[in-house]
């Protein structure tokens, strides 16, 4: 499966710079992906979502890329923002069922 | 917006003793609901499937008689740690599935096991 309790990976950013978040997932019939944030001690918290019969979609200051041949979801998140520090996973959803991935933390840096 | 409430937020119960932790969804009806536990720095494991009416699905490893899950109405699920530990110590956080908002996580429920 996608999650195996992996330790997190970490991304270090300035504040206002943009964030590229990258994800790997294994399930090629998965057809729905979903990215979280979430904040110490907090459940998750959608932010962004994706068919699988789409490549991009944009949100407010946040797109998804989904790249089908190489399995891999990137969260973009523009003009980052001390607010934006926490842990972000994506999740792939096929046949009712929904798996995480590693997670990233994600540090803003004033 | 859909909203999932998990109570409690946070649990300090004696090692042997039982602890049932309450996922609701709020406003709309949840066919499906998902229980994960997560270790610190870590990412969310699912644990069981519960569908209502039925017997939950677990998934491989978790032990189905030591973390009971009842989910005997369209908007409630209940995990019941039973005879807890200190290796039960964890977060455990609940999402709900309805028909039209996808998928939403409650607040997570913080176990503590002394």
């Known amino acids: 499966g996608e999650n195996v309790g992996l330790h997190l990976p970490t991304l270090s950013v300035q504040e206002g710079d943009n964030s590229i978040i990258n994800c790997a997932y294994s399930n090629s019939a998965s057809d729905y992906f979903i990215w979280y944030k979430q904040e110490s001690g907090k459940g998750p918290q959608f932010i962004i979502d994706i068919r699988s019969n789409m490549d991009k979609r944009q949100g407010q200051r946040v797109t998804v890329l989904l790249n089908k041949t190489v399995k891999h979801l990137s969260l973009q998140i523009a003009a980052t923002q001390p607010g934006d520090s926490a842990v972000y996973f994506c999740?792939?959803?096929?046949?009712?069922?929904?798996?995480f991935g590693a997670g990233t933390r994600l540090t803003v840096k004033p | 917006g859909a909203v999932v409430s998990q109570h409690p937020s946070r649990v300090i119960c004696k090692s042997g003793t039982s602890v049932k932790i309450e996922c609701r969804s709020l406003?709309?009806?949840?066919?499906?609901m998902f229980w994960y536990r997560q270790f610190p720095k870590q990412s969310l494991m699912l644990m069981a499937t519960s569908n209502e009416g039925s017997k939950a699905t677990y998934e491989q490893g978790v032990e189905k008689d030591k973390f009971l899950i009842n989910h005997a109405s369209l908007t409630l699920s209940t995990l019941t740690v039973t005879s807890a530990h200190p290796e039960d110590s964890s977060f455990y956080i609940c999402?709900?599935?309805?028909?039209?908002?996808?998928?939403?996580f409650g607040s997570g429920t913080r176990l503590t096991v002394v």
């Open positions: 999402s709900a599935k309805g028909t039209s908002y996808g998928y939403t």
């Open positions: 999740a792939s959803y096929n046949n009712n069922d929904m798996r």
């Open positions: 406003d709309f009806q949840a066919t499906t």
